[in-house]
């Protein structure tokens, strides 16, 4: 389970799993663990981080929007680590239950899942571990279009009272190259076309990791991805 890179403050490690090659990523930064779609079980966690992960489990689980491959271990994370809040956006929660809407019953196995979440703006412009001093911050932005829900996630990490490090998880909303299908349940052409024009107004140096897919930059997709 590789690094994306090895020279930068913090650590994102990218598990590409199930039939369509979903990433689930494991950010450490600050000595905390993040989850963003956890498509994966937690013994997929191998490697070098493997050890220092298990000694303290997840500080926090993120799913990006609610369709089956980008969450589709949620309940088990949630069974292992009862204490670690489980975000996602309240707008997709009606998606869940439904395997049409959730698109599990695209593959073998149509299934529901528990609402085991929590409203994930709830901690919109928070520290979700430590402060400005030591800590790690979340900004959630509303990024609809593949899903009503659809929300793209930006980790800062703080150190001495300034930004050290930063990464956006935009699950199925933006690809390198592209970006998510509009013709699922709650999906919008016109939503997507609002979010690729907000994506545009971001820093272009500031790194992108997608739901599908290799990482890439916004300053990249501005000049590559058809979509801008």
């Known amino acids: 389970m590789p690094e994306t890179k ?13 039939p369509v090659q979903s990433n689930m990523y494991l950010a450490e930064a600050q000595d905390a663990f ?5 498509s994966c079980p937690s013994d997929a966690v191998t ?14 689980v993120f799913i990006t929007h609610a369709h089956f491959d980008h969450m589709y271990f949620m309940e088990q994370w949630k069974e292992e680590y009862p ?3 489980l975000y996602m956006s309240a707008k997709d929660a009606k998606l869940l239950k439904d395997p ?3 698109c599990s019953s695209l593959t073998f196995r149509g299934r529901s899942f528990e609402d085991v979440t929590s409203d994930i703006m709830a901690v919109d412009g928070k520290f979700i571990a430590g402060d400005s001093r030591s800590g790690v911050k979340t900004t959630i932005y509303s990024t609809p279009g ?5 929300c793209s996630i930006l980790l800062e990490e703080y150190s001495g009272d300034k930004v050290t490090d930063r990464a956006l ?13 509009c013709d699922f349940e709650t999906g919008s052409e016109s939503e997507m076309r609002q979010s690729v024009a907000f994506f545009a107004s971001l820093p272009k140096d ?4 997608p739901g599908h897919g290799p990482s890439t930059d916004i300053g990249s997709e501005i000049r590559h991805n058809p979509f801008f």
Not at 47 to 60: C, D, M, N
Not at 206 to 209: D, E, Q, S
Request: glycine content about 12%.
């Open 169 to 181: 998880f935009t699950g199925d909303a933006l690809f390198c190259g592209s970006v998510g299908r």
């Open 100 to 102: 049409d809407h959730n």
């Open 83 to 85: 204490d670690t809040p």
């Open 6 to 18: 090895a020279d930068i403050v913090m650590k994102i490690y990218m598990i590409p799993l199930g």
């Open 47 to 60: 490697g070098e981080v493997r050890e220092r992960f298990l000694a303290q489990g997840p500080s926090a």
């Open 146 to 150: 593949h899903t009503s829900g659809s």
């Open 206 to 209: 500031l790194r992108v990791y």
């Open 34 to 38: 993040f989850i963003v779609d956890p």
